[in-house]
């Protein structure tokens, strides 16, 4: 038997250094694909792609036609030249996985071998990646340049996807974004190898389809006057031009500047046709019975109370125990089956305001016949009777984790995002549902990004929810949403989603999370494809400064540049940075106080995140003198929901004791809590501290008795730097932390005078 584990362990070993040694060929060679294939052997040489290359289609290989086609479009960015006679065959091969294929470059031949179109799309993805910038810049921008040939790298790929399910969910209700600029999210999707397109057609702000049965709906249901969010974008446009509401979605109704937009049918059609040419199937979400004010405000004889509008929490949602309510969802079905051929449709079904459903007649009438027991039970009520409805009709349901309240039928498939229910995917999966893995904390791309966005998303292993071996099949897929409250613009969306995109690109495909730093590597690569496709990406952070700055003689504000043809430029009047800003050319010295505000500018003028530098005076902080210190920091944990640190309140303390460093030492910790940890903080040497503290929700650092970092109240994941000056010796210190709900973060980094930043440890704490 110990034999037998030592060979399993060699064979394990043995493998794992064979993947470190694709990816160290690949970095090497410049095989920048992502997702990562599963398998790439490179090799020497290159093919020369040029307009007298072949596009051949083997013998009964027809179906994989719309792939050529996919390929002739590259030869208009080429103009006459070489004539060296090549060729690229695609051939079918049922052998091949489902969505996977197979990609041999030789120096005169190229052969793609897929088992379905969808397999040949993605190996014409890797292809084009293959072939770089050249066939992503505008034809028009390349006329007086364009190339005779482009050299694509010999190399023998054999891939195919870990999940079926690789999806972009775009909510257009809250914000509205219009054919063409889908169609620019269809080809980026593509070229990512994503496969599913989740469109989020109606909500409380607008209803984006066209119904026939029920015109106004979109006569009216599709427009809006400004509401705080728009004001809130406004706002920030003062600073940020990304933030604008783009005028072409406004026009006069009645005498009113109204927002909005729809899609026809036959607009819708022409989309699902579009994605379909590029291997992506359009999933639609009509969001019942909750987020339906852009209906019940036309029709309110659909609510309990027969009105629209606002209720306890969420909007009024339409009532499931009156027969007009089914016949109003079915005839919208209806239309919506008929339009997508997809064989999912979305019901959404979450944050439904099922308060008020109580005290209905109607309603007490129904759960007594039926047998119910609760308004949660009444939910699934009316999603179980749409699902039949849905089958009806050829399709699936597909719903939020709230489906599962009050029961789910186990045909229904769920998408799993409130991470605060971390029990969900295991119960879905143990009744046999299938579950796509969209949780909040990894896949919220509204979420605001920051420096560890790109690594966290990366990190994402969608197993990681309690999923059984045996329940891991029941895991059919992940997707990114992106919700777009404040996301007005189309560079506004792009800034949110890229790179993350990429991120989960590779999670999707190839399960993510194996290497980030033959990841990121891949990534610096892109970055010059994305700015070919005029992506306005969220560039990388500047860092090797921190943004509270402290000297006591003088000091050195030092900027690391993370890519290579980033200019940097600074102000030091209040104004933002612009293309006019003086370069930031090395290190400057500080011998006053002064605030820097600093981005980073690609050479297409796309500018980055804008950081505010402030420096101070300050004397070294005098430590405290302690007769007998001991390890470890006291600490307090309070079961219960606080806005902001102020509010924690003695009186809810249930735990306190001794813990080592930063950590929360409670068996099970409530879904909202707050924690204060507090002692003394011993700097080992005379100068100026660097501190940096990540949290989900809000947390507050006190050093020497005063607030030192303040990231108080509720928000997703951020960071947050500051310095201080401090003696050898010990120095009072105090963090408070609060969890609204979710998941938390909670990380706090240092560095001393003369080291580089690490996690703080039980060393330096004492109480």
């Known amino acids: 038997m110990n034999n037998f584990i030592t060979l399993k362990l060699k064979i394990t070993l043995v493998l794992f250094l064979c993947v470190l040694t694709t990816f160290a060929q690949q970095e090497k060679a410049g095989y920048a694909i992502i997702p990562q294939p599963v398998k790439l052997i490179p090799a020497a040489g290159n093919f020369e792609w040029t307009t007298a290359t072949k596009l051949l289609l083997a013998e009964n290989s027809e179906s994989l036609a719309p792939a050529l086609t996919e390929l002739k479009a590259t030869f208009a960015l080429l103009k006459q030249g070489k004539t060296a006679a090549n060729t690229v065959t695609l051939g079918l091969d049922p052998s091949i996985a489902n969505e996977g294929y197979t990609l041999s470059v030789e120096k005169n031949a190229i052969v793609i071998k897929a088992a379905t179109i969808q397999g040949a799309f993605w190996a014409v993805t890797s292809l084009k990646q293959l072939m770089g910038t050249a066939i992503l810049r505008r034809k028009q921008v390349l006329q007086k340049s364009l ?9 023998k790929i054999e891939d195919a996807p870990h999940f079926s399910w690789r999806g972009i969910h775009l909510d257009v209700s809250r914000h509205f974004f219009d054919l063409a600029y889908l169609r620019t999210m269809i080809d980026r999707m593509s070229y990512y190898k994503f496969n599913k397109f989740h469109l989020h057609l109606t909500d409380d702000q607008g209803w984006r389809i066209e119904i026939k049965k029920y015109p106004e709906l979109t006569s009216k249901g599709a427009w809006r006057e400004m509401n705080g969010q728009d004001s809130s974008c406004i706002a920030l446009a003062k600073t940020n031009p990304d933030y604008a509401i783009p005028e072409k979605h406004f026009k006069m109704i009645d005498g009113k500047k109204m927002y909005g937009g729809f899609y026809t049918q036959d607009e819708m059609r022409g989309l699902i046709a579009y994605a379909d040419s590029k291997g992506i199937e359009i999933i639609p979400e009509i969001d019942m019975p909750g987020h339906m004010m852009a209906a019940t405000n036309l029709m309110p004889w659909l609510t309990s109370h027969g009105k629209g509008g606002q209720a306890k929490d969420f909007s009024e949602p339409l009532c499931p125990c009156k027969e007009t309510t089914f016949e109003f969802a079915e005839n919208v079905f209806t239309e919506i ?17 099922k308060s008020s459903w109580k005290n209905v007649l109607e309603c007490e009438a129904l759960m007594k016949k039926e047998g119910l027991k609760s308004v949660d039970e009444l939910q699934s009520y009316f999603v179980r009777r749409m699902e039949r409805f849905f089958n009806s009709k050829g399709k699936k349901l597909i719903g939020w984790d709230e489906i599962l309240d009050g029961g789910v039928s186990p045909t229904a498939t769920m998408m799993y995002w409130r991470t605060w229910v971390p029990t969900a995917p295991k119960h879905a999966a143990e009744k046999g549902n299938d579950v796509i893995m969209t949780p909040g904390e990894f896949c919220y791309f509204d979420a605001q990004q920051d420096g560890g966005s790109l690594q966290k998303v990366y990190s994402f292993d969608p197993y990681k929810f309690n999923i059984s071996e045996s329940e891991k099949k029941f895991v059919i897929g992940v997707q990114a949403n992106i919700w777009t409250e404040y996301i007005p613009s189309e560079r506004r969306l ?14 999707a495909w190839f399960k993510g999370g194996v290497d980030w730093n033959n990841f990121e590597n891949r990534v610096q690569k892109h970055f010059s494809l994305l700015d070919a496709m005029n992506i306005n990406y969220r560039l990388p952070d500047l860092d090797g400064f921190t943004t509270q700055s402290v000297f006591v003689d003088k000091g050195t504000l030092h900027i690391n540049k993370p890519l290579a043809g980033l200019t940097i430029r600074y102000t030091t009047d209040g104004t933002l940075p612009t293309l006019q800003s003086k370069i930031f050319n090395g290190d400057l010295t500080i011998t006053k106080p002064v605030e820097f505000k600093v981005a980073g500018f690609r050479p297409n003028g796309n500018r980055g995140d804008i950081y505010t530098i402030n420096y101070v005076h300050q004397d070294y902080i005098k430590p405290v003198q302690l007769s007998s210190p001991a390890k470890g920091l006291k600490f307090s944990y309070y079961p219960r929901f606080y806005k902001t640190v102020n509010a924690i309140d003695e009186k809810d303390l249930t735990n306190e004791g001794i813990s080592a460093a930063i950590e929360i030492p409670v068996a099970k910790t409530a879904e909202s809590f707050a924690t204060r940890h507090k002692g003394y903080f011993y700097a080992e040497e005379t100068g100026i501290y660097s501190f940096a503290l990540r949290s989900d929700d809000g947390s507050v650092l006190k050093l020497g008795d005063k607030v030192f970092i303040d990231s108080d109240g509720m928000h997703t994941s951020i960071e947050k730097s500051a310095e201080i000056a401090l003696e050898k010796g010990y120095h009072p210190f105090e963090l408070m932390f609060l969890e609204g709900g979710g998941g938390y973060t909670l990380k706090l980094q240092y560095k001393t005078p003369s080291g580089k930043l690490k996690d703080v440890d039980a060393s330096v704490f004492f109480h």
Not at 147 to 155: Q, T
């Open 337 to 353: 089956a008929a339009l997508f051929p997809s064989k999912y449709i979305h019901l959404g079904a979450d944050e439904v305001e």
């Open 494 to 507: 792009e800034y949110m989603v890229f790179p993350r995109m990429l991120a989960m690109a590779e999670v």
């Open 147 to 155: 190339l005779s040939a482009i050299a694509i790298p010999c190399v």
